[in-house]
């Protein structure tokens, strides 16, 4: 670290600030943009409607969502740096807002997706922030704990969205699903000005550009590409240029990040075996999340002939017991260490995933839950205590760049995944009705969704093996002068 960030860190005083304030003004936030994004999924079906649009086109919505995402959160690490904790999520929620209204107001569908990427350039500077925050106001031995609590409440968004806008959509209209946020988006706004407090360390590092535009062009190519093929093929011209072209500014970027002074994204995260361990596994793990998220609801409503409102009821007892595991898990985790809760978890994804591959038209809904219980009762156990034992490896200085790290390629790899499994369900169902002409549309979704799980599990598979490689890792030296400031402050939650 240089002598401008230590300088800037000495400054930083922490002992006189409160956790408890915070921790909720970015709860809140984060709570109203998860709510948002859960509510939106159920409602592709009469969207799809609406529109008059195929599902390769409604993935859009979700797919430019983490697309915006992944080509912002790498430049986080270096805003953190330029702008304090204050103006980063302030900014964050009235962008969010902006995006909210635009959507709840769209009269054509490409309005929607332009208020999707205002929202999302909300939520890209927000989730650095959050992760970025927790780290710095809490001890190594205590962040388990606090991940849990926030995940206990951003999982409530997810438990409770789909049977929100199930009920909403059958008794109002799509567009309500926006015009309810509004106020709840406005109140993080209020009460994060009110209560947030500065804890960043400002260096002002150099800004350069040249990175942000290779950054841009390397992840937005990859998922423009990958989402490209969900709505042709492989084959496609278009396809095979922007993964190419994607993939070479990647690697420049990646090289450019080793060489400068100052970088962007400092890759040097990478140099502690933890944190590279854990990224590739979450990287793997979320591929398989994204895209279950995005086929169950198609096959409630699709295969299951279940209306939006029960379509939601089906998915909410899983996102109520994976708000209450997530606090259990955080407990556990800091007295526990990883190993115990990571390799379960992922052993009951995968059973999960593997059931979910013989699923037919004759499913019941108590099947469907039971087997979405399990699916994220193995998430809560594995999502909070990978990522914060990568990040607990991670010097100070590194902690905005790890945050960054972990998100970007989280949503780079939600949005390749949604883009290939919704591929390769399209593809599945094509080949089936080919097949067999007189098979029921029902049919032939659910023979696609079976190849899509059938690959979801193999790529599950890999998670599981990495997971086996986890375990608790001591804080940096740097820390300990850290946890000292954080002991000797009144930090009550």
Not at 44 to 56: H, N, V
Not at 481 to 490: C, I, T
Request: charge should be positive.
């Amino acid at each position: 670290m240089n002598v401008s960030s230590e300088a800037s860190s000495a400054s930083t005083d922490l002992s006189r600030i409160k956790r408890g304030p915070i921790v909720a003004a970015l709860i809140i936030g984060a709570f109203v943009a998860i709510l948002n994004e859960t509510l939106l999924n159920i409602a592709f079906p009469d969207l799809m409607k609406e529109f008059s649009i195929s599902p390769a086109t409604i993935q859009w919505l979700s797919t430019a969502y983490m697309l915006v995402i992944g080509v912002l959160v790498p430049v986080t690490a270096l805003l953190q740096q330029w702008f304090t904790t204050r103006q980063m999520f302030l900014t964050a929620m009235i962008l969010f807002l902006v995006g909210t209204i635009i959507c709840g107001s769209a009269p054509v569908f490409e309005m929607l997706l332009v208020g999707r990427v205002v929202q999302a350039l909300g939520t890209g500077l927000m989730l650095p922030v959050m992760m970025n925050t927790i780290l710095v106001i809490y001890p190594p031995e205590k962040r388990g704990g606090a991940m849990g609590m926030i995940g206990l409440v951003i999982m409530f968004g997810p438990a409770i969205g789909p049977t929100l806008a199930g009920l909403i959509i059958d008794q109002l209209d799509w567009r309500w699903l926006f015009f309810l946020v509004i106020p709840l988006a406005a109140f993080s706004v209020v009460f994060a000005a009110v209560f947030l407090r500065n804890v960043s360390d400002i260096t002002k590092p150099k800004v350069d550009i040249l990175s942000i535009v290779l950054s841009s062009i390397g992840f937005g190519g990859i998922v423009y590409g990958f989402s490209k093929a969900g709505e042709s093929s492989w084959s496609d011209p278009e396809v095979v240029w922007t993964i190419t072209v994607g993939g070479i500014a990647l690697v420049l970027f990646i090289v450019r990040q080793l060489l400068v002074r100052e970088p962007i994204l400092n890759l040097r995260a990478f140099k502690y075996p933890m944190f590279s361990l854990v990224t590739v596994m979450m990287l793997v793990l979320m591929m398989t999340l994204f895209s279950t998220m995005i086929l169950l609801p198609l096959f409630l409503q699709t295969a299951l002939l279940m209306t939006a409102f029960k379509a939601g009821l089906t998915l909410m007892p899983g996102g109520v017991i994976n708000g209450i595991m997530a606090p259990i898990s955080g407990k556990l985790f800091d007295k526990y260490g990883p190993r115990v809760l990571v390799v379960p978890g992922l052993i009951l994804v995968l059973l999960s995933v593997w059931l979910f591959t013989d699923i037919s038209v004759n499913t019941t809904a108590g099947y469907v839950i039971t087997l979405h219980i399990i699916l994220l009762v193995g998430i809560s156990l594995v999502m909070m205590p990978a990522q914060t034992t990568g990040l607990n490896q991670l010097p100070r200085h590194l902690y905005p760049h790890g945050t960054a790290i972990l998100n970007t390629l989280q949503q780079v790899a939600g949005a390749i995944g949604t883009a290939l499994f919704i591929s390769i369900m399209s593809s599945g169902t094509k080949d089936f009705m080919t097949k067999t002409p007189n098979a029921t549309p029902a049919e032939g979704l659910v023979a696609g969704l079976h190849n899509a799980f059938v690959i979801a599990l193999f790529i599950g598979v890999i998670a599981l093996v990495l997971g086996f490689f986890i375990k608790r890792v001591q804080a940096p030296k740097e820390e300990e002068k850290h946890v000292q400031a954080s002991e000797n402050g009144s930090f009550n939650l």
